[in-house]
């Protein structure tokens, strides 16, 4: 286990609404973080990428009933 930490996969409707809630609280704590005059473009892009990965795992299957 690198990193000391696992994600537990729990293929359902529930565990994609679990993701996406932690996924924006992540996003939310990145901007408020990162947040700076200028930092807009960069912030836009993360929050896009995050959006990207979520999509990608939700059509594969990871989270389908």
Request: hydrophobic share 40%.
């Amino acid at each position: 286990m690198a990193g000391g930490f696992a994600l537990e996969v729990e293929p359902s409707k529930t565990a994609l609404l679990r993701f996406s809630s932690y996924a924006k609280r992540h996003i939310q704590e990145h901007i408020a973080y990162f947040g700076v005059s200028g930092n807009s473009l960069s912030l836009r892009t993360y929050a896009y990428q995050v959006s990207r990965v979520l999509l990608k795992e939700h059509t594969r299957g990871r989270f389908a009933d």
